[in-house]
């Protein structure tokens, strides 16, 4: 008897990230494999597929649609409906579809996948060597986007014509560079040159010889490159998202060469290297920093480094941990390969001014800085740093949320209004919100400058135009003089034609914080939120930065911080941590306390610092003059390390805290909690042992709690600080006080939330705030909350820092206007 068939017509709408990341090719493979006739087809906001045929083929196409799409997409909702047969009598791949208003989910760009570096190490390959091989799996994609649908006349790869070979490639559904945008080979596609820092050629062929300071270098530009990054040369290199700065992570002249050439004394450089195994010889690495370092985003993670590690201190100076990432794009592949060496790769700018991305631009503001110039004619459309991330508790978070995380959206839990949120100072990123979606944009930078700010708002309308957003909210910071708050009271002026003026909101720093770290964790139930930064401007005008909130979407009030005590100087203050130290002790514990306390401050003792300086500090408290008050936690983090003679100048945003941790670290308990590789790695029964080790809270310092007025509570600090003075004189190692110092603050915000939760009831708390990079701090702190009942929720997907502030003011600005 005849089977009889069921014939059908299904219609599938496919949304999230589904285009340029090989789906349509999935698509037509699938539908071959089941015989069933149709389209498949690109949207502005999906992918559109018919099928026709058997039905139980259409319900098996429709299970591997989903349990078999491409590694690369993520697919976030299937719609499916059925319709008369349409007769259809094969099945193709029809060209891509705009429509008005429409928007879907961008692919970030993609380290290089397995099979095109098989190709890149190839000698019998056409693409041997060539450092632009890309395919439907990886390679370049938000960087050179410049609209959707995604497509190469939208891309910056529009000037190349591809040669019969790659059009092939390109046109045959069953290829793994079909469709794939960038496609490219030695024949068709961008070039790469070496020039030195007048912009003269220097070598821009395979075969080229040339003399160079009286030596004759044979190779392509790559290898020459290679050469003079292995005698000591900085050599600027054109990436994915902007210009890399690099040099021979091993070679203490080369490194201190490239800090004095970019004004950047002591702030950490991250190393590339070329494969796991090399990045095992200079750290401690566990299961899941591995993972995180070879996955396709290839983040620079931040690992234990060895001690016996041959890379030069200069790198990470004081530091213990080192950020590492391996080659993310065949070029470097290729240059780690031919160096053998480990090599600095920072990002090509000055100090904090934006990552460079044009040849002409890099040349002009790098030629300073770098000896060469390895560039190329591709260009890149958007400025893109690479992303850092840590790994705590076997969970990746982010640091500097950038290269192949962005433009990729936070997930809400309900459906936003169209907003901007600006973002605060430091470590700038913004905001868009739209559906289900929040859209965080890349690592923008300190907004300090013209070009930072430049860079910003052109990345604005970028998102603006590929997500077709048109923010009738625009959300920004307390602080008056941040430049985010005047471009956002800017566009608020402006609103008029077309489109109606947008409301500005003011969102408080620390409830934005605590927002961000919400929507992170994806909870809306009220929290006890925890934010400890260095600044963030308080709604009664003092500098807020050690919060203890009852805090949702809609409103926070604040439940308890620490005493407020005076910043001598304010800016200059941060920038010395001595001065914080010496304004703390005067009010705390006055002047005799002082003479005893400052001779441990080396700046001090030495005479460094004059009598005339300690005066002016006086005065300036005194009369309340340029000395405003604070209750930040960084600020107490920087008043505790110059106490200890650790830092009393800082270089870089956080350094003082940072080197105070890393002195924790050379005590006996911390040094549990970094023990060697092969133990660490082991086990997780090692796990609860590290967790006891660094927890071991009963070595605390002394300090009170006591209730405000207004029901406030406030961590009064005189008894600590008098008690580290007196470990000090009793001679115990900076490193112990450390140690016992960052118990304390544990201790208190265990005893803070337990406070508030007799009150309130709720046993949830957010973490948030840059001083919660302190991974010490972070352990030892969500192991008393949690032994103490607490569910603790941290960032993961955007930085705990003011790189998270964009997002938290955009979701508490959209609840200020629903509600
Ligand atoms: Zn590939
Ligand atoms: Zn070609
Ligand atoms: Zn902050």
Redesign the pocket.
């Known amino acids: 008897m005849a089977k009889i068939e069921i014939l059908q017509l299904a219609h599938f709408s496919v949304r999230g990230v589904v285009q340029g990341v090989g789906f349509r090719p999935f698509v037509y493979r699938l539908a071959i494999k089941y015989n069933l006739k149709g389209w498949v087809c690109n949207t502005s906001e999906d992918v559109k597929i018919e099928v026709e045929g058997e039905a139980e083929a259409i319900e098996r196409f429709y299970f591997e649609l989903q349990s078999k799409a491409p590694p690369l997409a993520r697919i976030e909702g299937i719609t499916i409906s059925y319709h008369p047969l349409a007769g259809y009598t094969s099945f193709e791949i029809r060209h891509s579809i705009t429509e008005e208003g429409k928007y879907q989910l961008i692919s970030p760009d993609i380290a290089t996948c397995q099979a095109c570096l098989n190709e890149l190490l190839n000698p019998n390959d056409r693409r041997y060597r060539y450092p632009f091989t890309n395919c439907t799996n990886c390679g370049p994609r938000f960087t050179i986007i410049e609209d959707m649908p995604y497509d190469r006349p939208k891309t910056t790869m529009r000037y190349f014509q591809?040669?019969p070979?790659?059009q092939a490639e390109y046109d045959n559904p069953l290829d793994r560079r079909f469709h794939a945008q960038p496609n490219?080979?030695p024949?068709?596609?961008p070039q790469l040159q070496l020039v030195d820092n007048q912009g003269k050629q220097v070598i821009a062929t395979l075969t080229q010889t040339i003399s160079l300071e009286g030596r004759g270098l044979k190779g392509d530009p790559i290898a020459t490159a290679s050469q003079l990054l292995k005698q000591g040369r900085i050599v600027a290199i054109k990436g994915l998202g902007g210009f890399l700065l690099a040099c021979d992570a091993t070679s203490a002249t080369a490194v201190k060469t490239l800090r004095q050439r970019k004004k950047r004394s002591s702030k950490p450089f991250a190393i590339m290297v070329a494969n796991m195994d090399k990045v095992k010889r200079h750290c401690c690495v566990s299961s899941q920093e591995e993972k995180l370092l070879t996955s396709p985003q290839s983040p620079i993670v931040l690992i234990k480094w060895k001690n016996d590690s041959p890379i030069s201190r200069e790198v990470a100076p004081n530091l213990q941990y080192l950020g590492v990432m391996l080659p993310y794009t065949p070029l470097h592949h290729i240059l780690l390969r031919d160096t053998g060496l480990p090599l600095v790769m920072t990002s090509g700018n000055l100090s904090e001014e934006p990552i460079a991305k044009d040849n002409d631009e890099a040349l002009r503001r790098l030629s300073g800085i770098a000896d060469y110039f390895l560039i190329h004619n591709r260009d890149i459309y958007s400025r893109y740093d690479d992303s850092v991330a840590i790994v705590e508790r076997e969970v990746p978070q982010l640091v500097r949320r950038a290269r192949s995380y962005a433009p990729y959206p936070v997930h809400l839990t309900f459906k936003a209004k169209q907003i901007l949120g600006c973002g605060a100072e430091m470590k700038n990123t913004f905001c868009l919100t739209k559906d289900n979606y929040a859209f965080v944009s890349q690592h923008i930078g300190d907004m300090e400058n013209i070009e930072t700010l430049e860079h910003f708002n052109s990345t604005i309308s970028l998102y603006k135009r590929l997500f077709r957003i048109e923010p009738e909210i625009i959300a920004y910071d307390l602080h008056p003089d941040y430049l985010a708050t005047k471009y956002a009271q800017e566009l608020g002026d402006s609103g008029r034609g077309e489109h109606a003026r947008p409301y500005l909101i003011p969102v408080q720093h620390h409830h934005a914080h605590i927002a961000s770290c919400m929507a992170d964790n994806r909870i809306e139930s009220p929290v006890i939120g925890v934010a400890f930064d260095g600044t963030g401007l308080g709604t009664d005008g003092c500098i807020w930065g050690s919060e203890f909130l009852v805090a949702d979407y809609h409103s926070f009030a604040r439940a308890g911080h620490l005493e407020y005590l005076p910043l001598p100087g304010g800016e200059l203050a941060i920038k010395r941590p001595y001065r914080t130290a010496i304004g703390y002790i005067l009010s705390l514990l006055g002047e005799s306390a002082l003479k005893q306390g400052l001779t441990f401050i080396p700046e001090l003792s030495s005479g460094q610092v004059s009598e005339a300086e300690i005066e002016i500090i006086k005065r300036q408290m005194e009369r309340k003059i340029n000395s405003p008050l604070t209750s930040s936690m960084g600020r107490l983090f920087d008043a505790v390390s110059a106490l200890l003679g650790i830092r009393t100048e800082i270089d870089y945003e956080g350094q003082a805290a940072v080197e105070l941790e890393m002195a924790a670290y050379t005590h006996q308990c911390a040094e549990v909690s970094f023990r060697h590789c092969e133990e660490r790695v082991s086990q997780s029964s090692e796990r609860s042992e590290e967790d006891e080790a660094i927890s071991d809270s009963k070595e605390s310092y002394p300090y009170r709690i006591i209730m405000e007025n207004g029901g406030i509570r406030i961590v009064q600090l005189s008894e600590l600080l008098s008690a580290i003075i007196a470990d000090l004189k009793r001679g115990v190692s900076p490193g112990k006080i450390s140690f016992k110092f960052h118990s304390t603050v544990a201790q208190i915000v265990n005893e803070m939330c337990q406070l508030i939760a007799n009150k309130t009831g709720i046993k949830q708390v957010a973490l948030s705030g840059g001083v919660f990079q302190n991974r010490l701090l972070l352990r030892k702190t969500i192991y008393l909350l949690e032994n103490n009942g607490f569910q603790v929720f941290t960032h993961k997907q955007v930085p705990c820092n003011d790189g998270g502030i964009s997002l938290g003011q955009a979701i508490v600005a959209n609840f200020a206007v629903a509600s």
């Open positions: 591809m040669c070979q790659c490219a080979c024949k068709c596609g």
